[in-house]
């Protein structure tokens, strides 16, 4: 299964952009083996509109554009659910196993997500309920993705 990442907001360059890059390099090295690709990660602007319910519908028109038919779509949004890496690992092993072929992970803007994509995802999802700054949250699905990986690989780098 491809999982790509999806956020509204680019990453400058500099130490949180490396961590990032460094959990995704990781996860696309130890995800092939369990059938899981990073397609990679796709930043769009956030929205000029005037409005939050226009940015949010006009970031969502923009997601809606690169999901393929058929793609599972996960939700990052602090009203969202918290759930424990092993019931994140197991929800994408359930995804691949199912038979879908692609996950697209969101990461909204400042606004949060459209309406309209809350109710086509599969899941939405919480890293806790605080908010996060975007490069933190780009971090911490890096890492979450490749905790994932090796928890299904039954590597070690998980210990609960």
Do not use: C, N
């Amino acid at each position: 299964m491809k999982i790509s990442v999806f956020a509204v907001g680019r990453m400058k360059a500099g130490p949180e952009k490396e961590l990032a890059d460094r959990y995704f390099d990781r996860f696309s090295k130890s995800g092939p083996a369990i059938g899981l690709e990073l397609a990679g990660v796709v930043e769009t602007p956030e929205s000029r509109a005037q409005g939050a319910a226009d940015r949010k519908r006009e970031e969502a028109d923009r997601l809606k554009q690169h999901l393929a038919t058929g793609a599972a779509l996960i939700l990052l949004d602090e009203r969202g659910k918290s759930i424990a890496s092993e019931d994140f690992a197991g929800r994408i092993a359930d995804m691949r196993d199912g038979g879908r072929r692609s996950l697209v992970v969101a990461i909204g803007g400042p606004d949060g997500h459209d309406p309209s994509l809350r109710e086509a995802a599969d899941f939405v999802m919480s890293f806790g309920a605080q908010t996060w700054p975007h490069q933190m949250v780009r971090i911490m699905l890096g890492e979450q993705l490749y905790r994932a990986a090796t928890i299904l690989s039954g590597h070690p780098y998980h210990r609960a």
